[in-house]
């Protein structure tokens, strides 16, 4: 359902934001060619067919060929598909990892100086823009350092489809900066949710029975408390993916990493409808998806859902 | 009319918000830094000595002048120059101004639609309810950023590419302003609803007020608390996201530079070593952000501790 009003809207998008013939010829093309390429492209027909006709190429990965750089849509998307993935995968994995771990710390040592620190820094976080931490990163650690990468994806080695810059040192190298830059913000928000997770769940009464049985502190943190206080923070993950996409657009330009969101930044810069339609639609396809498996996530961490489900089943 | 004055003034000592304010050093360094950042930006020619945008005052001799404290500074460039010898203060302070007035323009835009949307909606209710709120949910799951650029790029594709860069500023303000009305509708409506029960609701509605005038009259007043605090927040996010848009290329154009395009050029010239072409507009950028956002939680706590 969501699917088919984002096609839609991408589907006017390209049909009503200038005309698609004067996209495609030149000054000099005449009026007679001009409507006999509207026929041949079907642009005569009912709105209905056309936008049945639309939906259909865009399921089969067809959204027509760029203006600008005169390849189909498709195949500029499927070459920088794997470049933003890895690079987002890699953010969320920081965002998450380190996240939950100096979340769980401040919950725990709640007046430390440490808890004090982190937070400190997680404020000034949420305040500074990504592309001005991307630029004082490589400030930092390109110019003055000189040990990373400042842009690029380094060497990438190509598996069929695939093209992945974890096999290569240079690779490696390359993904640190932007993945770190990206991570930071959403780094904020699960280090805050979990914290008062934490806080929360520490004072019920499970925790004080599981005390009072002499489990030791370290499991009863890890083992009884984070496992409940998780759950929240796998739906702020599942949402923080769909932002960290949008987030890339802004970090792989201040990286020139070749993603999507590079190609969309060049294609909103140039009017290149085509490959904005069709990055929106496969945003919208992305969002969906997660919220999908968030929702499969559930079943398996939050067990009252699991038995509820089993019920209902029989 | 004197006496009137005087009167105003002791309502305003007298209030709750005076009395939170003088209590809070947040409250009253931040707002310093904002009135000193208004102050310079909005009468910009009186305070800089130099009309960066001025061919006839620049001097290419005087390009990559460091920052005065440096080796090989001058005194006249307090934070050095750019790489057409622009001094960096003033540029600064230009570029400022037009953060500031993309921002303004945008929240006050997205305030106005989405406070008259959220009113309207808490106050009929129904289908009417129903659609206005359905629309701001699937729009708030959408990150704003992307929002913007949306809209940003499809406005582009209307506009012959002749305007562009002369409708540049008024696409920005309208793309910023919808990527964030969605937020003043939820709020104001929400207030709307406590509202309308009222008595005075209700008492107006007997005496046949007509619906817009206990609208816009007598709800508007007792919902801007929170409206408020909301235009605060929103203030900082809709300069952040002019710079980002103004990064990425696709916000004012290099003729009338924003922080954001200012930092974007001076980008490149982070490698050869003049950091401070791109590093002080980011640092103003994020005082700014930083101090908004500061007031923003003082007001929110001060003004309507349920929105905690």
């Given at each position: 359902m969501v699917m088919l009003v984002v096609a839609f809207v991408s589907f006017s998008l390209f049909n009503f934001v200038g005309d698609p013939i004067n996209n495609m010829v030149g000054e000099e093309t005449s009026d007679e060619e001009r409507v006999e390429l509207r026929e041949t492209l079907g642009l005569t027909d009912p709105i209905y067919i056309q936008f049945s006709r639309f939906v259909g190429n865009a399921s089969k990965g067809n959204f027509g060929i760029s203006y600008q750089l005169k390849r189909p849509v498709s195949e500029l998307i499927s070459e920088r598909l794997p470049a933003t993935i890895e690079l987002v995968l890699i953010s969320a994995l920081i965002a998450l990892v380190s996240g939950t771990l100096l979340g769980v710390y401040t919950g725990i040592n709640r007046k430390g100086f440490l808890?004090?620190?982190?937070?400190?820094?997680?404020?000034?976080?949420?305040?500074?823009?990504?592309?001005?931490?991307?630029?004082?990163?490589?400030?930092?650690?390109?110019?003055?350092?000189?040990?990373?990468?400042?842009?690029?994806?380094?060497?990438?080695?190509?598996?069929?489809?695939w093209t992945t810059g974890f096999l290569t040192l240079s690779g490696l190298k390359a993904i640190i900066l932007p993945s770190v830059t990206l991570s930071l913000f959403q780094m904020t928000y699960i280090i805050r949710l979990v914290r008062a997770e934490m806080m929360e769940i520490l004072q019920t009464d499970y925790i004080k029975f599981a005390r009072a049985r002499g489990i030791k502190e370290k499991s009863i943190h890890y083992k009884h408390a984070l496992k409940n206080g998780l759950i929240p923070v796998i739906t702020i993950a599942g949402i923080n993916i769909g932002t960290l996409i949008a987030f890339s657009i802004i970090t792989e330009t201040v990286f020139q990493w070749p993603g999507m969101g590079f190609l969309f930044i060049q294609a909103v810069q140039f009017v290149d409808i085509p490959i904005m339609s069709a990055y929106l639609v496969f945003i919208a396809f992305v969002f969906v998806m997660i919220n999908f498996i968030v929702d499969i996530l559930y079943y398996f961490i939050d067990p009252r859902i699991r038995v509820k489900a089993e019920a209902v089943s029989g | 009319m004197d006496n009137h004055k005087l009167t105003l003034l002791n309502r305003i000592k007298d209030s709750d918000v005076y009395f939170s304010f003088i209590k809070s050093p947040t409250a009253i360094i931040s707002t310093v830094i904002l009135v000193i950042i208004f102050f310079c930006s909005f009468f910009v020619e009186l305070v800089t000595p130099y009309n960066p945008f001025d061919p006839s005052s620049l001097s290419l001799m005087e390009a990559f002048t460091p920052p005065s404290w440096t080796e090989g500074g001058l005194s006249k460039f307090i934070l050095g120059t750019d790489g057409q010898g622009r001094d960096m203060l003033s540029t600064i302070l230009y570029g400022s101004r037009i953060s500031l007035i993309v921002g303004f323009s945008a929240v006050i835009f997205a305030l106005v639609l989405g406070v008259g949307l959220g009113l309207s909606a808490g106050y009929f209710g129904g289908k009417y309810e129903m659609i206005i709120m359905r629309l701001t949910d699937v729009q708030l799951t959408v990150p704003s950023i992307l929002m913007a650029l949306l809209v940003d790029g499809i406005a582009r594709g209307i506009i012959s590419r002749e305007m562009h860069d002369e409708m540049a500023i008024y696409v920005l303000i309208f793309a910023i302003g919808i990527s964030e009305w969605p937020q003043f509708a939820r709020v104001s409506r929400a207030a709307t609803l406590v509202e309308k029960n009222k008595d005075y609701v209700s008492a107006s509605t007997i005496i046949?007020?007509?619906?817009?005038?206990?609208?816009?009259?007598?709800?508007?007043?007792?919902?801007?608390?929170?409206?408020?605090?909301?235009?605060?927040?929103?203030?900082a996010l809709a300069i952040i996201a002019e710079a980002t848009l103004s990064f990425l290329g696709v916000g004012v154009p290099p003729t009338t530079p924003s922080l954001g395009t200012l930092i974007r050029l001076g980008n490149d010239f982070l490698f050869s070593g003049e950091w401070w072409i791109t590093f002080f507009p980011a640092m103003f950028l994020v005082l700014l952000a930083f101090s908004i956002n500061l007031l923003g939680d003082w007001m929110r706590d001060t003004l309507n501790p349920k929105l905690n």
């Open positions: 808890s004090d620190i982190i937070l400190a820094i997680s404020l000034l976080g949420v305040s500074l823009p990504t592309f001005v931490i991307g630029i004082l990163f490589i400030y930092l650690f390109a110019v003055i350092l000189g040990i990373l990468p400042s842009f690029g994806r380094g060497e990438v080695v190509s598996l069929g489809y | 046949g007020v007509s619906n817009i005038i206990i609208m816009f009259k007598h709800i508007l007043p007792n919902i801007m608390r929170p409206v408020l605090v909301i235009g605060t927040i929103g203030l």
